[in-house]
């Protein structure tokens, strides 16, 4: 009985393997892309209807001004900016090394879309006046709980 060299016989297993390496890379991509395109087109969906929202909200809240039209404002411009902050930036960190050997650490934050920060601009400046409605009202809230306390 002859045994076969294994060197020779692990040879064309190593190039198929490379083969549906290369073909799972070039099938992925486009897929990737129309799924990051699909992801991004329902963010913005989701951005426009939320900002719809705190404008209803906002025009409550000048006209009645009360403690519930305030919450649901504040709510809606809380879950706004959460939302934005979630998707236009990304932070990244890496690790080198000093001249003296010595780990230093840097966090790197991108902007990964400048529509939502524009957009987010945009919300600020438009609703400055309810903004300053409701930190005028957080003052109140917090001397009257300086009070209780």
Avoid: W
């Avoid at 486009?30 to 992801?39: M, S």
């Avoid at 305030?70 to 959460?82: A, D, G």
């Amino acid at each position: 009985m002859k045994i076969t060299d294994v060197k020779n016989a692990s040879r064309p297993v190593t190039k198929m393997n490379a083969d549906v390496v290369d073909r799972k890379g070039k099938s992925s991509t486009p897929f990737k892309d129309v799924l990051a395109k699909a992801d991004a087109e329902d963010l913005n969906q989701q951005l426009y209807q939320l900002l719809e929202d705190i404008d209803k909200a906002g025009e409550r809240l000048a006209e009645k001004s009360n403690i519930r039209d305030l919450l649901e404002y504040k709510r809606l411009v809380s879950r706004f900016l959460s939302t934005v902050l979630n998707n236009a930036f990304k932070k990244s960190t890496t690790a080198n090394f000093d001249r003296r050997g010595r780990q230093k650490i840097y966090s790197i934050i991108k902007r990964v879309n400048n529509h939502l920060e524009e957009l987010t601009r945009k919300l600020v400046e438009k609703e400055q006046d309810t903004l300053n409605l409701l930190e005028r009202i957080g003052e109140i809230r917090g001397l009257l709980l300086d009070l209780f306390i």
